[in-house]
C-alpha cells in the first residue's frame, strides 16, 4: 500500500518539477513562439485538410531555451527584435527579408552601456581581416547570438570557462563548414594543421583562447576585436612562457579574475613577476631531481678517483 502512496507523490512531484522547470526566466509571451522554436517538431492546423498535422522544424530555427534564460536579453519579447507579424503561422513570405537588429541599433551612443565601448569595438571590429575580406555579410551576430549572448570574460571567475565561452564563438564557424560558407567562397582550413606548430595543443586550446594570438592587446579595451591577418599572430613561446605574460594584459586581466583567490595560480601569475606560465613544477620533484642530479654527479666523481687510485 505504502508503495503505492509512495509512487503517487513521486509523480506529484515529478508534474510540479516538470512544471517549473520549464524556463521559468522567459516572459510568458514568449512561449507562444517557443512551442515551435524550441522543439524538433510543432503542430499545425491544415485549413485545406481540416486535421492537425505534425511537421519538422528546420534545426537552425530551434532555440535552446536553457541558454535563453541566461542571456543579456533574457526579459525581451521575440517581438522586440523580430517584427509582431510572427505571431501568426504560416509567417508571411516578405518577413524572410525583414532585416534584422544589430547591436548598434540598440547600443549605440547610449550612456547606459559606456562601459562597454560599442562604438570602439566597432571600429576596431571594421579593421579586422573578418570585415576587411567579408564585408556587411560578417554581422556581429556572426559572433554574438543575441539570443544567448553574456558578457563572460567580464563576469566569470573562472579562467577556464572563459575559454570555452569565447572559443566556442570562433570555433560555431571555424569547425563548421555550413556556417563558414554564410560568409565564404572557399573552404575552412583545419584548425588542427593550421597549429601543428604549436605543442599540445589540445591543452593550448583549454587554457588560452583564440584572441589571444590572434589580436593585439589594446589595454583600454576589455576584448580586442581586431582579427589580425596570419602572418601577424603570436608565434613566440615566449609571449606566454615568460616572466612578462601576454596573458596578463589579457586573460587575466579583468579584477573579478585577479581577486578570486588568495593564493590561487592566477594570483601568483598577477602578483608574481618570477611566475612562468607551464613551469610551476612540484616543489618535492624539483628537490628529489636535484637530489638525483647530486648523486649522479657524485657517483661519476667517486667512479673517477676510484679509476686513478687503482691505476
Ligand atoms: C506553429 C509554429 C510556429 C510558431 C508559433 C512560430 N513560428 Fe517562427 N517559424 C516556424 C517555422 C516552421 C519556421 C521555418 C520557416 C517557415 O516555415 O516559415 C519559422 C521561422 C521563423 C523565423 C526565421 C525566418 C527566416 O526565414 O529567416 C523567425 C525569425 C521566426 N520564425 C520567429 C518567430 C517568432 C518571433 C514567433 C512568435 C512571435 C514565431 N516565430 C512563432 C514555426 C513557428
Ligand atoms: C535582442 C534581439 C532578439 C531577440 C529578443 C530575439 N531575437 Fe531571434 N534573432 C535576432 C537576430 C539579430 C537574428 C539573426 C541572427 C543572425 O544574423 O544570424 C535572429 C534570428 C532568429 C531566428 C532564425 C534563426 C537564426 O539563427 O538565424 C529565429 C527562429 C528566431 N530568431 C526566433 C526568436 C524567438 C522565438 C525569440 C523569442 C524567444 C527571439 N528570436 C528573440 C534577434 C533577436
Ligand atoms: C533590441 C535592442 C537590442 C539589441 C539589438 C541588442 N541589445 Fe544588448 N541590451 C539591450 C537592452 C535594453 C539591455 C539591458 C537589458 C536589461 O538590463 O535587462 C541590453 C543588455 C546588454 C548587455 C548587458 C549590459 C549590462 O549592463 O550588463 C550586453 C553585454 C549586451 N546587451 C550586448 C549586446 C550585443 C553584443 C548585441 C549584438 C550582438 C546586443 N546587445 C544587441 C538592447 C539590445
Ligand atoms: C570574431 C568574433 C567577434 C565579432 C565579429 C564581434 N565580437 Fe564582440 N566579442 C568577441 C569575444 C570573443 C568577446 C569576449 C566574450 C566574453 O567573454 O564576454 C567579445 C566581447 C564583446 C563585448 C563585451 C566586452 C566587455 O567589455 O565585456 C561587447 C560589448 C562586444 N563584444 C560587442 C561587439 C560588437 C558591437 C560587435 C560588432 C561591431 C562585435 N562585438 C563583434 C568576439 C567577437
Ligand atoms: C598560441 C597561439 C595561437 C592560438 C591559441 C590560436 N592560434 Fe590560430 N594561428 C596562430 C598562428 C601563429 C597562425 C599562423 C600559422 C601559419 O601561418 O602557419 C595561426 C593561424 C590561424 C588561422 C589561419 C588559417 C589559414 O591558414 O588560413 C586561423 C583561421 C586560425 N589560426 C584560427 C584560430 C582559432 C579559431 C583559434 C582558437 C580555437 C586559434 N586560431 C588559436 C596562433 C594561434
Ligand atoms: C561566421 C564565421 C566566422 C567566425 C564566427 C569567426 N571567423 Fe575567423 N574567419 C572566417 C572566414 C570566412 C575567414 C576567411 C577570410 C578570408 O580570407 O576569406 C576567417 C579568417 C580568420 C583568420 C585568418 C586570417 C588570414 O589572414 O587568413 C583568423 C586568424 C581567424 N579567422 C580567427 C578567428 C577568431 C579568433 C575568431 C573568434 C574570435 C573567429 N575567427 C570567428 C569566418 C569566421
Ligand atoms: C597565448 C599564450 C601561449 C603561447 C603563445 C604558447 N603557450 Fe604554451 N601554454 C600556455 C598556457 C596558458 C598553458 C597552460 C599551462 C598552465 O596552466 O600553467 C601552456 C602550456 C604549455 C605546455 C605544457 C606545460 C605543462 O605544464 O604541462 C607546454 C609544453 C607549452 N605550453 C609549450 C609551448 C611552446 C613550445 C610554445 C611555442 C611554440 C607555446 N607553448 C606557446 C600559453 C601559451
Redo the contacts with the bound molecule.
Keep these: 500500500m505504502s508503495f503505492f502512496i509512495r509512487g503517487f507523490i513521486c509523480t506529484i512531484l515529478l508534474l510540479l518539477f516538470t512544471l517549473f522547470s520549464t524556463p521559468q526566466n522567459i516572459p510568458k509571451e514568449n512561449m507562444h513562439c517557443l512551442k515551435c522554436h524550441s522543439s524538433q517538431t510543432f503542430t499545425i492546423y491544415n485549413n485545406w485538410t481540416g486535421k492537425n498535422e505534425k511537421r519538422l522544424m528546420n534545426p537552425f530555427y530551434i532555440l535552446d531555451t536553457v541558454r535563453l534564460a541566461t542571456g543579456v536579453h533574457k526579459d525581451f519579447q521575440c517581438i522586440d527584435c523580430h517584427s509582431p507579424d510572427y505571431e501568426t503561422y504560416p509567417h508571411k513570405s516578405e518577413l524572410k527579408l525583414e532585416p534584422k537588429s544589430t547591436c548598434l541599433d540598440c547600443h549605440g551612443g547610449d550612456d547606459t552601456f559606456a562601459s562597454f565601448q560599442f562604438e570602439r569595438i566597432k571600429e576596431e571590429f571594421e579593421k579586422s581581416?573578418?570585415f576587411t575580406?567579408?564585408g556587411e555579410a560578417?554581422t556581429c551576430s556572426?559572433?554574438h547570438n543575441q539570443h544567448y549572448y553574456k558578457p563572460t570574460a567580464r563576469n566569470s571567475s573562472n579562467v577556464g570557462e572563459i575559454v570555452d565561452f569565447?572559443?566556442a564563438?570562433?570555433?560555431?564557424?571555424?569547425n563548421?563548414m555550413t556556417?563558414?560558407q554564410?560568409?565564404?567562397?572557399?573552404k575552412?582550413?583545419q584548425l588542427v594543421e593550421v597549429h601543428n606548430w604549436l605543442p599540445n595543443q589540445a591543452l593550448h586550446f583549454m587554457h588560452v583562447?583564440?584572441?589571444e594570438?590572434?589580436?593585439e592587446v589594446i589595454d583600454s579595451l576589455m576584448v580586442s576585436h581586431n582579427?589580425?591577418?596570419?602572418?601577424?599572430?603570436t608565434q613566440k613561446c615566449a609571449e606566454c612562457h615568460s616572466a612578462n605574460s601576454l596573458l596578463q594584459a589579457s586573460l587575466y586581466k579583468y579584477k573579478n579574475i585577479q581577486s578570486r583567490t588568495e593564493k590561487g595560480a592566477i594570483n601568483n601569475i598577477i602578483s608574481n613577476k618570477a611566475y612562468v606560465i607551464g613551469e610551476n613544477q612540484i616543489p618535492l620533484l624539483n628537490w628529489l631531481s636535484i637530489l638525483i642530479f647530486i648523486a649522479t654527479i657524485g657517483g661519476i666523481a667517486l667512479h673517477i678517483v676510484f679509476r686513478i687510485m687503482i691505476k
Design positions: 581581416v573578418h575580406t567579408s560578417f556572426k559572433c569565447d572559443n564563438m570562433c570555433l560555431s564557424c571555424h563548421n556556417k563558414y554564410l560568409v565564404s567562397t572557399h575552412n582550413p583562447r583564440c584572441i594570438c590572434h589580436t582579427i589580425l591577418p596570419k602572418e601577424k599572430a
